[in-house]
């Protein structure tokens, strides 16, 4: 998500940085304080930033570096008609209050001449230690010391968009801590017009139309499109009369960047021709708490068919998992514009996951894989891609040509092998009770 935001505002990861992905800590190098503060408005992974005065692996490398920083830079901060206060933030371990007092008494070298107030200081300064990521061993001494100059901080963005308040929700709607990042991920940034073609109530676009995009959204199941039929929300048997994706996005203020959402079968084409959309941001099903489903002739499932509530009669048939990602990589590489992202959800089952049956085409490239655990033999990665190459029509069915498509075939079975799990864990469990 960081990176992201950084190459759409124009700052990178250092050099350092790179060596130590597991810190809690990174190091970046952005050119500005606006850039900074406009980064964190956005980021839900970030808790704050903060401008780095000095770092180094031990006390005494610190306040080598602190001595170095050039003190024009500092001074703005320092003065004596100005309020401060310094915080202590360890890493996987916990200080007395008189640990922490000394740490800040060695400071006293840095020419503060302004007063302490701990209550409502103008400048906030943070001594950061990393102590490591495992709880059982924790070191005597920090591996790394940082100290610099609050600048920002936000998590107000998560519980604003809760699902838990929100108007019209369904079995499967998007966490919005996720559905941020998704839309972080997809660099949406104002004007853009973002796609998701599996919408659902629209939980997805809600996260764009915060960041000023123009949304809009398909879906094959007519009932959650016009917010008829059974509830999700518990105590609740039916959806009210203003329970749709339009309702949600004006309880946030944001009706005015919905486009619409249409009735429609992913796997069949109702867009003309062009590159449309700047992101396409989506969760297809897996077939575990929604079905996995397209339209299909007469011939094809004559047994499979379903009434809809206006007695129009169509005809599903099962969308297996491999045709779901092979089609949406064709419809992104068709239909995104150059440098367009698509972000979505991919289900692994862990013991047969190898980086191999990621679904790849010769106009995307694959930008992140972010693994989210589901079970202890199951996950989903966010995968990110980007397009850059236009799309021909030759390169439609690329993903035949290098044998990508037989090895995610395996996942069609993604649901079956999920429920083994689960109920191999219950037999598990149920043995366990009886001893």
């Not at 108007?167 to 660099?187: E, P, V």
């Not at 509830?231 to 203003?242: L, T």
């Not at 367009?340 to 894989?369: A, D, F, M, Q």
């Amino acid at each position: 998500e960081i990176t992201s935001l950084l190459s759409l505002c124009g700052g990178q990861f250092s050099g350092e940085q790179e060596i130590s992905v597991n810190s809690p800590f990174w190091i970046l190098n952005i050119p500005s304080e606006e850039m900074a503060r406009g980064l964190m408005k956005r980021t839900v992974c970030a808790k704050s930033i903060f401008e780095l005065w000095g770092h180094g692996g031990s006390a005494g490398e610190l306040y080598a570096s602190l001595k170095n920083y050039p003190m024009d830079k500092m001074l703005p901060y320092l003065q004596s008609n100005s309020t401060y206060k310094v915080h202590i933030h360890t890493f996987n371990k916990t200080l007395t209050q008189a640990q922490k007092i000394k740490k800040i008494d060695a400071l006293e070298f840095l020419p503060f001449k302004g007063k302490v107030n701990l209550k409502n200081p103008e400048h906030i300064f943070w001594i950061l230690e990393d102590y490591g990521m495992n709880p059982n061993n924790v070191p005597e001494e920090p591996f790394h010391l940082y100290f610099g100059r609050w600048v920002h901080g936000q998590r107000e963005l998560i519980e604003s968009y809760s699902v838990k308040k929100r108007h019209f929700i369904g079995n499967t709607s998007m966490d919005a801590c996720l559905s941020f990042i998704m839309a972080n991920h997809g660099r949406v940034k104002p004007n853009d017009v973002v796609y998701d073609p599996f919408v659902g109530t629209g939980g997805l676009l809600i996260s764009s139309a915060h960041f000023g995009a123009y949304v809009c959204g398909t879906d094959i199941d007519y009932n959650t499109i016009h917010g008829l039929g059974k509830a999700s929300r518990k105590n609740q048997k039916w959806r009210g009369p203003d329970e749709n994706i339009r309702a949600n996005l004006r309880q946030y203020g944001l009706e005015k960047y919905y486009l619409d959402a249409l009735v429609a079968d992913s796997s069949r084409p109702i867009w003309r021709k062009g590159m449309l959309f700047d992101a396409i941001i989506t969760d297809p099903p897996y077939g575990i708490r929604e079905a996995t489903r397209k339209t299909g002739s007469q011939k094809e499932t004559v047994k499979s068919v379903e009434r809809s509530t206006e007695n129009q009669i169509f005809v599903s048939s099962n969308y297996h998992l491999s045709d779901i990602f092979f089609d949406l990589l064709k419809f992104a590489a068709e239909y995104l514009v150059m440098g367009g992202r698509l972000v979505y959800w991919l289900p692994i089952y862990k013991p047969e996951y190898t980086e191999e049956i990621i679904p790849r085409h010769l106009c995307l490239k694959l930008i992140s894989n972010c693994e989210q655990m589901l079970s202890s033999h199951t996950s989903r990665r966010l995968i990110t891609m980007e397009k850059v190459k236009e799309f021909k029509d030759q390169d439609e069915n690329s993903y035949l040509l290098d044998g990508q498509y037989l090895p995610y075939r395996g996942h069609n079975s993604f649901r079956e092998k999920y429920f083994s799990g689960v109920t191999k864990r219950i037999a598990k469990e149920e043995k366990d009770n009886q001893k």
